[in-house]
């Protein structure tokens, strides 16, 4: 009798064992992907390709943004671009990336007109809803990628951006807009934490879209061209041109100057050289590439 009591108990303990690690695996398929991938290494931020990723919205249906591509040039917004007459090599790219407001009307010959996807700033959708007809006019097939504080991104009607989006949805039916979660949001924080060792708050510091932009093209892309960006060492030399911090505003502030500003700045900056230093940490192990000025990854 003692060894069927034995055996009994052998059983149940085995089934308790099992439903245990059902409910642990449960539970980890609820969570979002990207929030149990490791920050550093090859596989830092990269989702199954083909996959539909969760920490980007639609808006009004919730849908998350499915959109990969072999490769995806990003257009930076710098003065860089002007002069380099890249706009045909840019357009014949499968995915073209843009951000904020950058125009291509009247820059096509530098910057080309094709648009797949672009990001924007919560500052910044301002400035987009200026030209709505420009931008979601019914034969643009873009997809927009907004990010920004909950504050101002909250679906209770107290969002401020969410709001002027979800009326441009109403306006153009057709138009592509998704929002990034909140959680995505934080994850971005986390790897500037990560990979610079500073608290993107206590430190008085605001990502830029470029650090958006860059981290969901490895999600999105399996190689990356990258144009108009400089690195992190660009502004410590004194032959480099004088350019417009964007190529779309002629005259204004020059570019190594509003970085250095921003990277000084006590609250509020972006760290946009800090950045750079990290964009060319992660070349090393993803497929990106710098065009226009050229990067020297050691």
């Known amino acids: 009798m003692a060894w069927i009591w034995k055996r009994k108990s052998l059983i149940a303990t085995s089934l308790i064992v099992a439903v245990s690690l059902f409910v642990v695996a449960v539970n980890l398929s609820e969570k979002p992907y990207f929030l149990l991938q ?6 830092s931020f990269k989702q199954p390709y083909n996959k539909p990723h969760p920490g980007y919205l639609s808006i009004p249906k919730e849908e998350p943004l499915n959109l990969h591509c072999d490769l995806c040039s990003v257009v930076s917004s710098s003065g860089q671009m002007l002069g380099q007459g890249l706009g045909a090599q840019i357009d014949r790219s499968p995915c073209v990336w843009r951000m904020n407001n950058a125009p291509t009307r009247g820059f096509e010959r530098d910057v ?37 504080p909950l504050r101002n991104m909250r679906k209770d009607g107290k969002g401020i951006v969410y709001n002027m989006l979800k009326q441009a949805t109403e306006n153009y039916p057709h138009a592509q807009i998704y929002v990034t979660t909140d959680e995505r949001m934080n994850y971005c924080d986390m790897v500037f934490k990560k990979e610079t060792g500073k608290d993107r708050i206590q430190s008085g510091s605001y990502l830029s879209t470029g650090w958006f932009t860059l981290i969901l093209a490895m999600d999105m892309c399996k190689e990356i061209h990258v144009y108009g960006m400089i690195n992190d060492t660009y502004c410590k030399s004194d032959v480099n041109r004088k350019v417009p911090y964007h190529y779309y505003e002629a005259g204004s502030r020059d570019e190594c100057a509003e970085y250095k500003m921003h990277e000084s700045a006590p609250y509020g900056g972006h760290r946009f050289i800090t950045e750079k230093s990290v964009f060319a940490k992660w070349a090393k192990t993803h497929s990106i590439k710098f065009f226009n000025p050229p990067w020297q990854l050691s």
Do not use: C, D, E
């Open 38 to 43: 490791p920050v550093f290494g090859q596989s």
């Open 112 to 148: 080309g007109q094709k648009t797949t996807l672009r990001v924007v700033s919560h500052t910044s959708v301002p400035l987009i809803l200026q030209k709505p007809q420009y931008f979601f006019g019914q034969s643009n097939s873009t997809v927009y990628v907004v990010w920004g």
